[in-house]
């Protein structure tokens, strides 16, 4: 019986401590260490669900020693009891309690934290949780967020400092106000006022802290350094205090100046020290104090004074800006209108009283000689300068295409643009009666644009001949079937005569310019003569002379009012083509005769079921005949005189007509329309 009293005991004790063990096995394993830096979240064992009872859990905080750790809780439901003596939540920073809490928020009790926020006042704090052995009602438990926060080192002491504190996260650091530097211990302020060098025209300078007491211990030195030139003025203000003895001059704290060779001090007390003015550019002041003594110390301001150089005046013709004449002045000059200024436009006062540069002058602008133009000449009133006037003249047979006049301007241009001298159009220098009756001879050198192109290839004996008119000083206008009405012939196989008057006897008057080039209208038809134009372009410009000038072309859009071709209207054919109907009839002297413009659908009638007129054709002609251009003239041009100008322009260039006979009544004579090629003649010109 003893022994299984005995038995029962120790197997007790061993039960007991293998339960003890094993809690505190469970103990250890719910102890866990917190260092993440940024925060987090710790929830009750479960959490939301219901903990379980009789269990302990024990979080540790632990941050960086320069953090604090807060706290707070966003959601809390423990039971309730008095003193929390069953289930409970502690807050611990190492040995001190900071909070005990359980609980519900419905109850309301002071043990609940509520919306309170646990800071902890070193870098850390644990939180320990516990539940008794059971709970009537089932609690959900705890959720507590947890967050780093800098800990503020200048809070307290202002960190240990002399002067500023600054915080920044996981640490600071202490700096001095202006004027001190910081010393070895990085705490403690000491005002450097060693060698400072002041170069700006005009300042202060002052003991440290002034007006408030100058601190112990120093030894300042200013070096006042300006510009050579300028000589220094130093002048102390009323209120000067430095420790003085009543016996001994200035043995504490004293105050010294040189000024070039000149030596003051040393000063103390309350007596002001006198102006000072340096005898050159430079000036140091030296400040003393010693270990003792409360004194303002002073304040001073300095300024220069520049060097004077010898007065200036404005270049004739010029203006002068500036009128101080002391170093480093400038002075600015211009130039009136038409003048432009020789040499430099500033000049400066130099250190050493003299001016820098040479005195400009005022010079009258000069445009330069314009350019020469073609076929003219320039006259100049004066020597191109400012406000001299350049005339432009043209030749003889030439006209002036823009402003003939131009003058200089102060910008050193002349105004508007070139001219320029283009052939008189349309002009004789012989002109022909005023009205011409019947038909005939002309007169010598009336129609001086008239051309008489031969084909000098042609196996016949009797060379083929076309008209043509001179449009331009390098381009015949002429029938497009004269130049080849399949191929276009090559240019040697073309004469050319101009200031031709009598087709067998070319007198001096006469030239035979070779043609370079030759070009037909790509519209040409030759089945039906539509777009019968084309231009002969020579290799050089001829001449123009009294028996050899350009024809006009026809004006384009309103201009062309008074140039409008109308039934009715008259104009002359030239050429010396066939004088009647007889085979060798052609004329050796030019002949002109005056026709008639007529009416566009009278000339499509009359040619219908035979030849069709197309609208690049008008017709001229009686209707009764008799007056007609006729084989020989074809490519010679029909004129008309503008009433506004009294020039003769080409409208029509002789094509076709009846081929039986020349005159007939009612078969007038087809001419190609110029006025619907205009543009294409000017820019076939203008490819050149």
């Given amino acids: 019986m003893a022994l299984s009293w005995l038995f029962s005991l120790r197997v007790f004790f061993l039960i007991s401590s293998l339960w003890l063990a094993d809690g505190k096995n469970k103990e250890e394993e719910n102890k866990m260490t917190i260092n993440e830096l940024y925060g987090g979240q710790i929830l009750s064992p479960g959490y939301p669900d219901?903990?379980?009872?009789?269990?302990?859990?024990?979080?540790?905080?632990?941050?960086?020693?320069?953090?604090?750790?807060?706290?707070?809780?966003?959601?809390?439901?423990?039971?309730?009891?008095?003193?929390?003596?069953?289930?409970?939540?502690?807050?611990?920073?190492?040995?001190?309690?900071?909070?005990?809490?359980?609980?519900?928020?419905?109850?309301?009790?002071?043990?609940?934290?509520?919306?309170?926020?646990?800071?902890?006042?070193?870098?850390?704090?644990?939180?320990?949780?516990?539940?008794?052995?059971?709970?009537?009602?089932?609690?959900?438990?705890?959720?507590?967020?947890?967050?780093?926060?800098?800990?503020?080192?200048?809070a307290v002491d202002n960190g240990g400092?002399?002067?500023?504190?600054?915080?920044?996260?996981?640490?600071?650091?202490?700096?001095?106000?202006?004027?001190?530097?910081?010393?070895?211990?990085?705490?403690?302020?000491?005002?450097?006022?060693?060698?400072?060098?002041?170069?700006?025209l005009s300042g202060t300078i002052s003991s440290p802290e002034y007006p408030r007491l100058y601190p112990k211990v120093l030894d300042c030195d200013w070096k006042i350094q300006v510009e050579p030139g300028y000589v220094v003025t130093l002048q102390f203000d009323d209120d000067f205090d430095v420790e003085q003895h009543p016996e001994v001059s200035c043995p504490y704290d004293h105050l010294k100046i040189q000024a070039g060779d000149e030596k003051y001090g040393p000063c103390c007390g309350k007596t002001v020290p006198p102006t000072i003015t340096s005898t050159d550019h430079n000036m140091r002041v030296f400040f003393h104090s010693d270990d003792s003594g409360e004194n303002k110390g002073f304040r001073a301001t300095y300024f220069t004074t520049a060097r004077p150089c010898e007065a200036l005046s404005a270049p004739a013709y010029g203006t002068m800006e500036g009128s101080n004449f002391t170093y480093s002045q400038k002075v600015s000059f211009a130039c009136g209108e038409g003048y432009y200024l020789d040499g430099p436009d500033h000049r400066v006062c130099q250190a050493d009283g003299s001016w820098s540069g040479v005195q400009p002058t005022c010079e009258l602008v000069n445009c330069g000689p314009p350019p020469n133009i073609s076929n003219g000449e320039i006259e100049v009133d004066g020597n191109f300068s400012y406000a001299d006037i350049a005339i432009y003249r043209c030749d003889q047979f030439y006209e002036m295409a823009g402003e003939g006049t131009r003058f200089c301007e102060a910008d050193g241009?002349?105004?508007?643009?070139?001219?320029?001298?283009?052939?008189?159009?349309?002009?004789?220098?012989?002109?022909?009666?005023?009205?011409i009756v019947g038909g005939g001879p002309s007169k010598k050198g009336a129609w001086p644009w008239q051309a008489m192109v031969i084909h000098q290839g042609a196996p016949r004996i009797r060379k083929p001949f076309f008209g043509g008119a001179l449009v331009d000083k390098k381009w015949i206008l002429t029938a497009a079937h004269c130049v080849g009405e399949n191929d276009i012939l090559p240019t040697g196989y073309f004469n050319v005569s101009l200031g031709l008057h009598k087709r067998k006897e070319p007198d001096d008057n006469v030239v035979f310019p070779q043609v370079e080039r030759v070009i037909r209208h790509p519209d040409w038809d030759k089945d039906n003569f539509d777009s019968d134009i084309a231009l002969l372009e020579l290799k050089e410009e001829v001449d123009l002379t009294d028996y050899i000038r350009p024809v006009c072309l026809q004006r384009s859009g309103r201009q062309?009012?008074?140039?409008?071709?109308?039934?009715?209207?008259?104009?002359?054919?030239?050429?010396?083509?066939?004088?009647?109907?007889?085979?060798?009839?052609?004329?050796?002297?030019?002949?002109?005769?005056?026709?008639?413009?007529?009416?566009?659908?009278?000339?499509?009638?009359?040619?219908?079921?035979?030849?069709?007129?197309?609208?690049n054709m008008l017709c001229a002609g009686l209707r009764i005949g008799g007056k007609d251009s006729c084989d020989g003239d074809s490519g010679g041009p029909l004129l008309f005189q503008d009433p506004d100008t009294t020039r003769f322009y080409v409208a029509g260039l002789v094509s076709w007509g009846e081929p039986s006979e020349c005159?007939?009544?009612?078969?007038?004579?087809?001419?190609?329309?110029?006025?619907n090629f205009v543009q294409w003649i000017k820019d076939t010109i203008a490819e050149d």
């Fill in 50 to 154: 219901p903990y379980e009872d009789d269990i302990s859990f024990l979080w540790n905080i632990t941050m960086p020693s320069s953090f604090h750790v807060q706290l707070y809780f966003s959601d809390f439901d423990l039971e309730s009891s008095y003193m929390c003596e069953y289930d409970y939540v502690k807050v611990m920073e190492g040995d001190k309690l900071v909070g005990l809490f359980c609980g519900t928020e419905d109850t309301d009790a002071e043990e609940v934290p509520g919306d309170l926020v646990i800071e902890s006042t070193g870098s850390q704090l644990s939180l320990e949780f516990k539940s008794d052995f059971s709970n009537a009602d089932r609690h959900k438990g705890f959720a507590v967020h947890y967050r780093v926060v800098d800990r503020d080192e200048c």
């Fill in 161 to 200: 400092c002399h002067h500023f504190c600054h915080n920044y996260i996981s640490g600071y650091y202490c700096s001095c106000r202006a004027g001190y530097w910081i010393m070895k211990d990085r705490e403690t302020c000491k005002f450097g006022c060693g060698r400072q060098v002041l170069t700006q």
């Fill in 413 to 435: 241009k002349w105004t508007g643009n070139e001219p320029s001298c283009k052939p008189i159009c349309g002009e004789s220098s012989f002109p022909s009666r005023d009205r």
């Fill in 560 to 615: 062309r009012s008074a140039q409008d071709v109308q039934e009715g209207r008259a104009g002359v054919v030239t050429g010396w083509g066939r004088t009647s109907n007889l085979f060798g009839s052609e004329a050796n002297t030019l002949q002109e005769v005056e026709v008639p413009v007529v009416d566009q659908e009278e000339c499509v009638s009359a040619y219908e079921g035979d030849y069709p007129v197309t609208g």
């Fill in 663 to 675: 005159g007939r009544a009612r078969k007038y004579g087809v001419y190609a329309r110029v006025e």
